[in-house]
């Protein structure tokens, strides 16, 4: 398409938002970007719609069709409000809950919302003030809701917010529903399709009552209670990062039993500015230092942090010399797969029913630890509404262990139907604890892993490529590694390419087609050396990134081992990166 073209276009659909339909504000917002002499602001607000991805709704807020503001909030909830009332019309009553976190509008976005529901005519159950992603889930599921939304970015920067839609089995909506759901948001082509004159019958505020349901069925999932009380006071330091897991996380460790937590109380403040952090991801390690600066002052033993979301957990721990380090995604989903099915089959849980999952970009350490312990293991895409939907089709047939992603992410129970580092927090404590008993730091254990499982190394890759030309860019390189598909990757050959998009893989040295088992398709591309080297190359569904996700492997025979393996894992990562010219 031509810039006249598109610029066309783009002033049309702005000259929409300048009718009495909306709010003075927005007009006014949307002249501006008009007259301005660089078109540039005005093709990033209206060049497209806001679409569902992996996490919903996502995007920088402001005016603009391509923007997180009232109206397209508001095009989201009228369109999946008609898409409830088709598919559950039945129903005597159809309900939802809504939740947010800190961020900038998030409230106002929530109770927005809470109005066009109830002015369609369903109840709405509205969280009195901020709750953790999980607890949305937990609560659509406890209600018997038909769906559920919250308000966040998860953690995207500041400028962001977003919108997680969930269907009546506490997950993030898959095909056909959010597919459905957005044909029915594509239906909204005004304000005045929105209504938002609210029923306040309809809307019930809740809170306190369903914080202590959720809390005292999270402790139904501890498996070392001995151990706790041994070591109820090891110091804990835990933040939230100036959001959800603010109140919810020390309670739920005090539930658990533990009684030596310790506050960052600059991040204890909830902020959607989030003034102690460039960006509140805990995948990042700016985000812990604050954390990890407290646990040096008061000589602590573990390091927690959630995003403001409240679904992911990030850790530190002391390693051999006494070092504080971070642990990654993949060292964290190990960690609480190999704990867990350790203590499942001491307690004689184990029957032969049980399973665990992990995204296909997730450590294959973690395969090869269910499959020496006969725990069955499912490969699923990226997205935890993924771990869910083979939750849902196993219930009442097999026994959930647990679940998680590279991108700090797990769940281990089964009444929750996304990632939860609540329940995260409080059993990476337990794991702690357990392992004090066998004399071991959380950081020996992982080693203790390796060396039984074998050593491996995961880096993930971020490239960031903001706005329109960058979405065209990321779209251009993943058609160029289907194009030129690597033939060796850090010196060793290429042996299987999986590719996603077409559900088609591909054997090197056989030649063969192979047809990938997914329940859809999926922009993922994965090569796979014969040394095992694993990189996985995909777009991300929320954010203006591509990502590469790089695996490499060792056999060690002891701890003396590692840290030759691990520098050889460093060194073949950079050669990695520049096979793939980045």
């Not at 069925?217 to 603010?246: E, F, N």
């Not at 702690?432 to 060396?451: E, N």
């Not at 090569?527 to 080297?533: F, M, P």
Request: charged share 25%; glycine share 8%; proline share 3%.
């Amino acid at each position: 398409m031509e810039n006249s073209e598109l610029l066309e276009i783009v002033r049309n659909r702005a000259q929409g938002w300048l009718t009495k339909s909306y709010d003075a504000e927005t007009r006014e917002q949307v002249q501006a970007l008009l007259d301005n002499e660089d078109p540039t602001d005005l093709i990033e607000a209206f060049y497209k719609e806001l679409e569902f991805g992996t996490g919903g709704l996502r995007g920088i807020m402001g005016v603009g069709s391509n923007r997180m503001n009232i109206y397209t909030v508001g095009a989201a909830t009228q369109g999946l409000s008609n898409y409830l009332k088709k598919q559950f019309g039945n129903l005597e009553e159809i309900k939802v809950v809504i939740g947010h976190d800190c961020r900038n509008n998030s409230r106002k976005f929530a109770e927005i919302s809470a109005d066009i529901f109830s002015a369609n005519g369903i109840k709405v159950y509205l969280f009195e003030d901020l709750r953790p992603t999980p607890e949305i889930s937990y609560t659509i599921r406890k209600f018997g809701c038909q769906s559920g939304i919250i308000i966040t970015a998860s953690h995207n920067p500041k400028e962001y917010n977003g919108y997680k839609a969930y269907w009546d089995d506490g997950a993030q909506m898959i095909a056909p529903h959010d597919k459905n759901t957005i044909a029915e948001v594509n239906k909204i082509r005004s304000a005045d399709d929105i209504q938002f004159k609210g029923n306040k019958e309809l809307i019930e505020i809740i809170g306190e009552s369903v914080d202590k349901q959720y809390i005292n069925d999270l402790t139904t999932i501890s498996l070392s209670k001995d151990a706790i009380s041994r070591h109820h006071d090891m110091k804990i330091v835990y933040t939230p990062i100036h959001g959800t897991g603010v109140h919810m996380v020390p309670d739920t460790l005090r539930a658990f039993g533990f009684t030596n937590i310790i506050h960052v109380p600059e991040q204890d403040m909830v902020s959607g500015d989030f003034p102690t952090v460039i960006s509140p991801n805990p995948e990042e390690p700016a985000a812990l230092a604050m954390a990890v600066e407290k646990a040096k002052e008061t000589d602590a033993e573990l390091v927690l942090a959630t995003d403001p979301d409240g679904d992911r957990v990030g850790a530190a721990v002391k390693n051999n010399e006494g070092e504080w380090i971070l642990l990654n995604g993949n060292q964290t989903a190990l960690l609480f797969v190999y704990y867990l099915i350790t203590r499942w089959k001491e307690l004689g849980k184990v029957q032969g029913r049980e399973y665990i999952v992990k995204t296909i970009v997730t450590t294959e350490l973690i395969s090869t630890i269910a499959q020496k312990n006969g725990v069955e293991m499912y490969d699923v895409y990226t997205g935890f509404k993924w771990i869910a939907k083979v939750m849902r089709e196993n219930e009442g047939k097999k026994n959930y262990i647990g679940g998680g992603e590279e991108s700090y992410g797990f769940l281990c129970e089964d009444f929750v139907r996304d990632k939860d580092a609540v329940s995260a927090c409080a059993i990476l404590a337990e794991l702690s604890a357990w392992a004090k008993d066998q004399g071991l730091s959380v950081y020996q254990l992982l080693q203790r892993i390796y060396v039984e499982y074998g050593f491996s190394k995961e880096v993930g890759i971020s490239v960031t490529k903001k706005g329109k030309s960058g979405a065209e860019e990321i779209e251009a390189m993943m058609v160029n590694f289907r194009k030129n598909p690597l033939k060796e990757i850090a010196g060793s050959q290429v042996a299987f390419i999986y590719d996603y998009a077409s559900l088609k893989g591909y054997s090197c040295q056989d030649k063969e087609i192979l047809t990938l088992n997914m329940p859809t398709t999926s922009n993922v591309l994965q090569y796979v050396t014969e040394d095992k080297t694993k990189v996985s190359i995909r777009p991300s569904g929320t954010e203006p990134k591509i990502k590469f996700y790089c695996e490499v492997h060792a056999k060690i025979n002891s701890t003396e081992d590692l840290p030759e393996a691990e520098k050889a894992a460093e060194e073949k990562i950079e050669k990695i990166k520049a096979s793939l010219g980045i």
